[in-house]
T-cell receptor, first 114, second 118 residues
Framework: DAKTTQPPSMDCAEGRAANLPCNHS???????VYWYRQIHSQGPQYIIH???NNETNEMASLIITEDRKSSTLILPHATLRDTAVYYC???????????????FGQGTTLQVKP | DGGITQSPKYLFRKEGQNVTLSCEQN?????MYWYRQDPGQGLRLIYY???????QKGDIAEGYSVSREKKESFPLTVTSAQKNPTAFYLC?????????????????FGSGTQLSVL
């Protein structure tokens, strides 16, 4: 599975868009990009995932560059409850020997400030 | 409500004691996982199970054991061989494989168990 690189921390003003970057320069053609977040002392929560096209759901938008070597998670109107650690993960869907081995790095700690 | 439940939320272990962490899901998921999280760190995979009566070691399985006798349940035992057990333990589940291929790695996590050593 490709490794990812994220900034250790970011700040965002409440009500503004939070843009969280992720580099995955060694990603291969069949690897998906997943985003999870973890609020302190809770289990991680799935946010969104994508392969090539940009994706949007009720929580966030995922922008993947054309070469797929990086992506950005966008929280359009950040609230104080969005303060959490955000994990970017890339993974192949067909790795039967690696099923379940989602590799969580240290993620980005997003602090939303009033 | 469908979901995944871990218990207890807090657990204390004495030296030389085995303790078991419970994980139950009613999502009808085939795959279940155990992760360990140390303060300020990401998650590390301990064990995972793709289907009932089958499980595989993850990256840090030493000192741990699991069983998967029922689809809904995947208990984790922290044995006395685990010398540094203090951590936050997370259980997760996913749909698993369909026709031999990973269907969707959208994981659903429990709320975790904090294990400490007395």
């Amino acid at each position: 599975d490709a490794k990812t690189t994220q900034p250790p921390s970011m700040d965002c003003a409440e009500g503004r868009a939070a843009n969280l970057p992720c580099n995955h320069s060694t990603i291969s053609g069949n690897e998906y990009v997943y985003w999870y977040r973890q609020i302190h002392s809770q289990g991680p929560q799935y946010i969104i995932h994508g392969l090539k096209n940009n994706e949007t759901n009720e929580m966030a938008s995922l922008i993947i560059t054309e070469d797929r070597k990086s992506s950005t998670l966008i929280l359009p109107h950040a609230t104080l409850r969005d303060t959490a650690v955000y994990y970017c993960i890339v993974r192949s869907p067909h790795g039967s020997s690696n099923t379940g081995k989602l590799i969580f790095g240290q993620g980005t700690t997003l602090q939303v400030k009033p | 409500d469908g979901g995944i439940t871990q218990s207890p939320k807090y657990l204390f272990r004495k030296e030389g004691q085995n303790v078991t962490l419970s994980c139950e899901q009613n999502l009808n998921h085939d795959a279940m996982y155990w992760y360990r999280q140390d303060p300020g760190q990401g998650l590390r995979l301990i064990y995972y199970s793709q289907i009932v009566n089958d499980f595989q070691k993850g990256d840090i399985a030493e000192g741990y054991s699991v069983s998967r006798e029922k689809k809904e349940s995947f208990p984790l035992t922290v044995t006395s061989a685990q010398k540094n057990p203090t951590a936050f333990y997370l259980c997760a589940s996913s749909i698993g494989q369909i026709r031999g291929r990973t269907a969707n790695e959208k994981l659903f996590f429990g709320s975790g168990t904090q294990l400490s050593v007395l």
